[in-house]
C-alpha cells in the first residue's frame, strides 16, 4: 500500500504495462506476482470453508478494483479524514463478508 501511495505512476505501469502487445515476460510475471497474493487468500479461505466456492482469481478482481480504485483518489493518505490503512481494512472486510457462504 505505501508502494502505491509513494509511485502512483509506476503502479499504473506495472499494472497495465502487461496487456501491452510484447511486453517483456520479466515485466509480465513480476505484475502477476505482486498481485498474486489476494487470489492466494481466497484459495486458503477456501479450503477453510470460510469463503464460496469459485474461481479465487475472479474473487479477488472486486478487492483489487476497489484497492487501486482507492489508492488512486487518494493523494495526502487519507481521505475524509480517515487514514488510508483504515479504509483499506473496512473495504476487505465488507467485501469479505459479502463472499460468505450462506
Known amino acids: 500500500m505505501n508502494f502505491a501511495l509513494k509511485h502512483p505512476a509506476l503502479l499504473a505501469l506495472m499494472f497495465e504495462a502487461k496487456y ?3 511486453a ?13 497474493h489476494t487470489p492466494a487468500a481466497f484459495a486458503e479461505a477456501q ?5 464460496v466456492p469459485g474461481d479465487p482469481a475472479r ?14 483518489i487518494s493523494t495526502n493518505g487519507k481521505i475524509k479524514g480517515i487514514p488510508l490503512d483504515q479504509w483499506v481494512g473496512e473495504i476487505i472486510e465488507r467485501m469479505i463478508l ?4 450462506r
Do not use: Q, Y
Not at 517483456?24 to 498474486?36: H, K, Q
Not at 479450503?47 to 469463503?51: I, S
Not at 474473487?59 to 482507492?70: F, K, T, Y
Not at 459479502?98 to 457462504?101: N, Y
Open 24 to 36: 517483456p515476460r520479466e515485466l509480465i510475471e513480476a505484475t502477476e506476482r505482486a498481485f498474486s
Open 59 to 72: 474473487m479477488a478482481l472486486p478487492i483489487s478494483a476497489a484497492l487501486l480504485g482507492l489508492i488512486s
Open 98 to 101: 459479502g463472499f460468505r457462504p
Open 20 to 22: 501491452r502487445p510484447g
Open 47 to 51: 479450503a477453510k470453508g470460510e469463503v
